[in-house]
């Protein structure tokens, strides 16, 4: 019972996204399964469980590390870890141009380079949530973010 | 004349965004959270991808993160994670500065506090610095 329970445990919560938990990425250690309730007239039974997770929660104004996934007219989008993160062209310092000709496109400057696969620093400024996973809005247009190496 | 007041149907609930982590406000169920670096993350996740490989049903978001965290993990070895931890816990900067530290890796101190605003006047510049700098040296010569 105990080993179906923290199996039903692990499928139902694991990958799961919430508004106000965030991403629930692993459960690390269950500390209390209690006792159970067969819940009247339905076959089914009810367990209050108790564990610890690790959970990724982005916030407004956090600063996190992304890898640039699509590069268009309208801007970036980077995905850090389960979440994906727009950061529209008017928060790219106005000195990177956008270049449709190179392959794969680009954003670029004299000196630095963003397109597919590269690294960049964001300052997240909103993040919106659904039902199953979480969007965020980013800037690169400040002091020390930008392209990382 | 008359102003009539517009029907404009039920009132449609609007996002509150109060959370702030340049203010450090997390909300009350993260405010006092314990915070991973991601090096931590990767430690956790390997080791239960190790032990569950057979059963090989990961989700997504699982497999994302994991991809992720071996991505940008700054410390390599187990043992500079316990000694960075180490340099973070007698300060009294806050669990996701902490992290925060640890996750970006500046090398300056005017860099992270721009980066981290929240930091602000809780450690003095020369002891800041001298916290990257000890960071540093210890992502430098990690085995």
Same mark, same amino acid.
């Given at each position: @019972? ?25 459960? %690390? ?15 089914? =039974? ?10 990724? @929660?982005? $916030? ?9 996934? *699509? ?16 950061? #529209? ?8 141009? $956008? ?35 979480? $969007? ?5 247009? !400040? ?5 990382? !190496? | ?45 390997? =080791? ?7 059963? #090989?049903?990961?989700?997504? %978001? ?6 992720? %965290?071996?991505?940008? #993990? ?28 640890? *996750? ?9 506090? #721009? ?19 000890? @960071? ?8």
């Amino acid at each position: @019972m105990r080993e179906f329970v923290t199996k039903r445990l692990y499928r139902d919560v694991e990958g799961t996204c919430t508004g106000r938990y965030g991403y629930i990425i692993a459960v %690390v250690a269950i500390l209390e399964i209690q006792m159970g309730k067969v819940i009247p007239g339905h076959g089914s =039974a009810e367990f209050e469980v108790k564990y610890s997770a690790i959970l990724y @929660m982005p $916030f407004r104004n956090e600063v996190v590390d992304a890898v640039v996934d *699509n590069v268009n007219t309208l801007g970036v989008t980077a995905n850090a870890g389960p979440f994906g993160i727009f950061i #529209s062209r008017s928060y790219i310092p106005t000195d990177m141009k $956008f270049d449709p000709h190179s392959n794969p496109p680009s954003y670029h400057s004299e000196d630095q380079k963003i397109e597919k696969g590269a690294m960049v620093r964001v300052k997240i400024t909103g993040t919106r949530v659904d039902a199953t996973e979480i $969007f965020a809005t980013g800037t690169i247009k !400040e002091d020390y973010l930008s392209v990382i !190496e | 004349m008359m102003r009539m007041q517009k029907n404009r149907g039920p009132k449609r609930p609007q996002a509150v965004e109060t959370f702030d982590a340049g203010k450090l406000e997390l909300g009350e169920d993260f405010q006092d959270a314990e915070c991973l670096l991601i090096s931590e993350v990767k430690v956790l996740l390997e =080791a239960q991808y190790e032990s569950k490989k057979e059963e #090989s049903n990961f989700t997504p %978001v699982y497999l994302k993160t994991l991809e992720y %965290v071996q991505k940008f #993990s700054r410390y390599t070895n187990r043992d500079t994670i316990k000694e960075v931890r180490a340099l973070l816990k007698p300060t009294q900067l806050a669990p996701f500065e902490c992290a925060q530290l640890g *996750n970006l890796c500046c090398t300056e101190y005017d860099e992270i506090k #721009s980066l981290v605003p929240s930091i602000g006047d809780k450690i003095s510049d020369d002891d800041l610095d001298s916290l990257l700098k000890q @960071m540093d040296s210890l992502k430098k010569y990690q085995a």
